[in-house]
């Protein structure tokens, strides 16, 4: 997982709301409240943070609340997060004391592939 907090990155903080689908080139850190889909390099979903929409990305860490599918290389669910929906993943690690409500799909990527925003393909 990247170290969102130590380096420059796009930020919703805890007093915006946004209502609509996200795409940033860059790493993203929410701690308000988005309604929509999310499309990033790396995202981190603070402990105020609370997300309903399907998440593509490489690295995902949770501390707050996500409602949706999630389509990542990795994904950490920290102690007292809430996470509800299916996740295709490569590489998965949960916390005790992390809600998680759904199914896990390991994934894998193609040796050819260009790495762009978590995309990876099922394993057989």
Do not use: W, Y
């Not at 409240?33 to 997300?51: F, P, R, W």
Request: charged share 25%.
């Amino acid at each position: 997982m990247r170290d969102l907090e130590n380096k420059n990155c796009s930020v919703i903080g805890e007093d915006l709301i946004v209502q609509g689908n996200i795409i940033c080139s860059s790493d993203l850190m929410i701690e308000g409240q988005v309604e929509g889909d999310i499309s990033c390099i790396s995202l981190l979903v603070g402990k105020n943070g609370n997300v309903t929409g399907d998440i593509t990305t490489d690295d995902l860490l949770v501390e707050g609340f996500v409602h949706g599918s999630i389509q990542s290389d990795n994904v950490e669910l920290k102690d007292g997060c809430t996470l509800e929906g299916d996740i295709s993943v490569q590489t998965f690690a949960m916390d005790h004391g992390a809600i998680f409500t759904g199914s896990v799909l390991p994934v894998k990527k193609k040796p050819n592939d260009q790495h762009l925003n978590g995309a990876v393909e099922a394993a057989e």
